[in-house]
C-alpha cells in the first residue's frame, strides 16, 4: 500500500463525481497545488465529507495511485468560517483569482499563509480586503512592478503606499484605509486583464475590489 502523507491543505475548490466521490482542488503548504479524489465522502456516514468542503482549511493525509492522488484521511484544522453571504462573496473572489494565477504542485508558502489569513477575515468588514489580496498574489508570484513604477502608474497618495506596503506583506488584520482605492483597482484591472486567458466566472471579481 503507498504511504500517505499528511499536509496543511486548503480546500480551494471540489467537484462531485461518481456516485459518492469528491475531486478536490488543494493548496497545500508543502506541495503547492494538488488535485485529489475521495472515495465514498458524500455517503451519509462518511466522516470525511463534512470537512472537504470549500474555503475549509485542514489536515489531509495524501495517498499516490496510477490513477493520481487520492485523500486517505482528513481532520480539520482551525476554526470553520461562517457562512455568511458576505464570507462568500470575498472568499469566492479572491480563490477564482488564486485558482486561474497559479499552477499545480508549485509550493507557495508565503501565499499559503496569507490565504489561510484572507479566509479566515473574510465577511469581517475588513475594507478592501479583496484588493489588498490580490495585490498580494500579484507582488508574490511576479505580476506586481516594483513599488516606484506603481506610484507612477497609479498616481498613488502617502495613504495608498502604506496599504500597497501592507498588502504586500500579507498583514491584512492591519490594512489602513486607502484615500484613492479607484486607482489601485485600475492598476490591479490592467495587470489581471493582462494575465487572464479568459473572464472570470466569480462577479464583480475585477471590477469589484
Given amino acids: 500500500m503507498p504511504h500517505a502523507r499528511t499536509v496543511d491543505a486548503l480546500i480551494l ?6 456516485e459518492a466521490d469528491r475531486y478536490c482542488v488543494l493548496l497545500t503548504r508543502e506541495l503547492g497545488r494538488v488535485s485529489a479524489r475521495a472515495s465514498g465522502v458524500r455517503k451519509l456516514k462518511s466522516r470525511m465529507g463534512g470537512t472537504l468542503l470549500p474555503f475549509q482549511r485542514a489536515l489531509v493525509q495524501l495517498k499516490e495511485s496510477r490513477a493520481g492522488s487520492i485523500i486517505a484521511g482528513v481532520q480539520s484544522k482551525g476554526e470553520r468560517p461562517v457562512a455568511t453571504l458576505s464570507f462568500f462573496t470575498e472568499a469566492q ?4 483569482l488564486l485558482l486561474i494565477l497559479t499552477q499545480a504542485e508549485e509550493p507557495l508558502p508565503k501565499i499559503f499563509d496569507a490565504t489561510c489569513l484572507f479566509l479566515m477575515l473574510c465577511g469581517k468588514d475588513v475594507p478592501h480586503l479583496v484588493l489588498a489580496y490580490t495585490l498580494h498574489l500579484l507582488h508574490h508570484l ?10 507612477e502608474m497609479a498616481n ?7 496599504f500597497v506596503h501592507v498588502a504586500l506583506q500579507g498583514d491584512f488584520r492591519n490594512l ?6 479607484e486607482q489601485l483597482k485600475a ?6 486583464r493582462e494575465q487572464l486567458s479568459s473572464p472570470l466566472r466569480a462577479a464583480g471579481v475585477v471590477g469589484r475590489m
Fill in 13 to 18: 475548490r471540489t467537484y462531485d463525481v461518481g
Fill in 142 to 151: 511576479g505580476f506586481l512592478p516594483g513599488t516606484e513604477e506603481i506610484e
Fill in 176 to 181: 489602513p484605509v486607502p484615500s484613492s482605492p
Fill in 187 to 192: 492598476l490591479t484591472n490592467h495587470i489581471l
Fill in 93 to 96: 473572489q479572491g480563490i477564482e
Fill in 156 to 162: 498613488v497618495e502617502v495613504a495608498d503606499h502604506l
